[in-house]
Structure formats: structure tokens, C-alpha cells
């Protein structure tokens, strides 16, 4: 559910009205019994907002959201966001007990500041936790810088889960890669996410996110004409059938092999 109605936005400033929490907490729930009880899909995983940390908490904080306060009269959001989250949470779970929520699908995996201070608000409410990584925004971008970005992966998700168990060492918390690719934008048109190189970037990205501690990853997207794993006539492009293979063989017993070629 990765944002609310305009309406509930009547000043048009990107932030949900104060006075709408409830209703968008009441939007949620109804979309719950929508799908789960009037429809009969039983979809079990629930997320709440999508890369709301930029504007509910960076923006207000000198270098890159790492710094204090741009403008002291001016605090950030964040609390706004974990009462948003806890209340849509606490509504679902009352219309069908058994599904996961959770969020909030981070633009910045790297932004401590914020993940920390979410995770320990909404730890109560928290069934997983989302969070997003791209390599670049340039088609430019050399392709060892691109690959070597993913180690960068590792580094964030080992990070996150650390947090998870401190805040709830009992509850396990996962933590799911739930959007990643080599670039950030349709708009570079990269030929790497279609072609062998965007399955090396893949690759590497799993492997970085699962032996860190990650429960899944999930690529951005599945299809379009652009760079999904599927192109608008959903025809497998390389990275699809990549993705085929890893659910159909990499379940079970690791299976090593070497290289000479580093």
C-alpha cells in the first residue's frame, strides 16, 4: 500500500493529514477484508508505504539525512510515519489476524538515523521490514563500479539486522531486500538490467543479501518494455529465466564452484 488518497493530502504538501491517520489506517483495513475475506486471495504479506524515509525524514536533515536538523523550528516527520505505520498495522491485523505487515520499502538503506528510530517505534507492529538498493542512476556507470556496489548490499542488510534482533531478540523480525536492480530510473534505458550482465548484478546482489541475514530479495520489476524480467508481452527476458532457475535449484544443499577467472 504505498501511499494514501489525495484527498487525504487536502494541502497538498505530500504528508498525510494528521486529522486522515485513522481513515487511512480505516483505507487499509478495508482493502485487507477486500481482498482477503470478500475475495478469497489470502494474501499473507502486507507493506505499508513505499520510500517515505526521504520525505518524512531526510529532507530536514543536513548531509544526506546523517546531520542535525536543517532548521530546528522544522523537526522531522518520523514519528508521524511510525504512528501512520502502527495504526494501519494494529487495523489490518484486526480484520484477518493471520497476515504480516510490514515496511516501510526505504529508498535509503543506508540512513541509520531513520531505520533505527522506525524500527524500535513500530517494533510492536512489525512483522518484516523493507528496504530497496540500486547501484546508479547512470548508464555510464563502468560495469566493475556496478558490480562492486553489491557488496554494499551486504553491508546494509547485515546492518539492519542487527538492529531487528537488538530491538526484538525474542520476535524475529525478517528482513527482506524487497526492490533492487543496477539503476534507479526506467529513464537510463541501461541495456545491463536485460541483458547477462544485469543476471551477474543479480547474482551477486542474492548472495550479498541472503548470507547477511536477509530472508528474500525481490527484483524491481517483473515486466515492462524497459527492464523488467519479462518484456510487455511477457516473454521471459534472461534475468526472468535467472530467476526461474534460482527458485526451481538454489533450495536445499550449497553447491560450491571455482573460477581461474577472478
Known amino acids: 500500500i504505498p501511499t494514501w488518497p489525495d484527498w487525504m493530502d487536502a494541502d497538498r504538501d505530500g504528508f498525510l493529514d494528521r486529522s486522515q491517520f485513522d481513515n487511512y489506517a480505516q483505507l487499509c483495513a478495508d482493502l485487507v477484508k477486500i481482498v482477503n475475506q470478500d475475495s478469497h486471495f489470502k494474501t499473507k504479506y502486507w507493506e505499508i508505504t513505499n520510500e517515505k524515509d526521504e520525505h518524512y525524514f531526510t529532507q530536514f536533515h543536513s548531509n544526506g539525512g546523517w546531520g542535525g536538523l536543517k532548521d530546528v523550528a522544522k523537526p522531522d516527520r518520523l514519528n508521524d510515519l ?40 513500530t517494533a510492536n507492529h512489525l512483522d518484516f521490514f523493507t528496504y530497496h538498493f540500486y547501484a546508479t542512476g547512470s548508464a555510464s556507470t ?7 556496489a553489491t557488496s554494499k548490499v551486504g553491508d546494509y542488510t547485515a546492518s539492519i539486522v542487527q538492529v531487528l534482533k537488538e530491538t526484538s531478540p525474542i520476535r524475529m523480525i525478517p528482513a527482506m531486500l524487497d526492490e533492487y536492480n543496477i539503476s534507479w530510473t526506467w529513464e ?13 548484478f543479480d547474482a551477486l546482489s542474492m548472495i550479498e543479501a541472503l548470507s547477511n541475514g536477509a530472508v528474500s ?44 577467472n577472478q
Open 188 to 200: 537510463t534505458r541501461d541495456p545491463r538490467m536485460t541483458n547477462h550482465k544485469g543476471v551477474v
Open 217 to 260: 530479495t525481490l527484483a524491481w520489476n517483473e515486466k515492462d518494455g524497459i527492464y523488467g524480467k519479462m518484456d510487455d508481452q511477457g516473454k521471459l527476458r534472461i534475468g526472468g529465466y535467472f530467476l526461474k532457475l534460482m527458485n526451481q535449484f538454489m533450495i536445499g544443499d550449497y553447491v560450491l564452484t571455482a573460477t581461474n
Open 82 to 121: 511510525i504512528a501512520i505505520y502502527n495504526k494501519a498495522a494494529s487495523a489490518m491485523k484486526q480484520v484477518d489476524p493471520s497476515i504480516h505487515v510490514g515496511g516501510p520499502g526505504i529508498s535509503r538503506a543506508d540512513l541509520q538515523p531513520f531505520y533505527v528510530q522506525f524500527i524500535k517505534g
Open 142 to 148: 563502468p560495469d566493475e563500479e556496478v558490480f562492486n
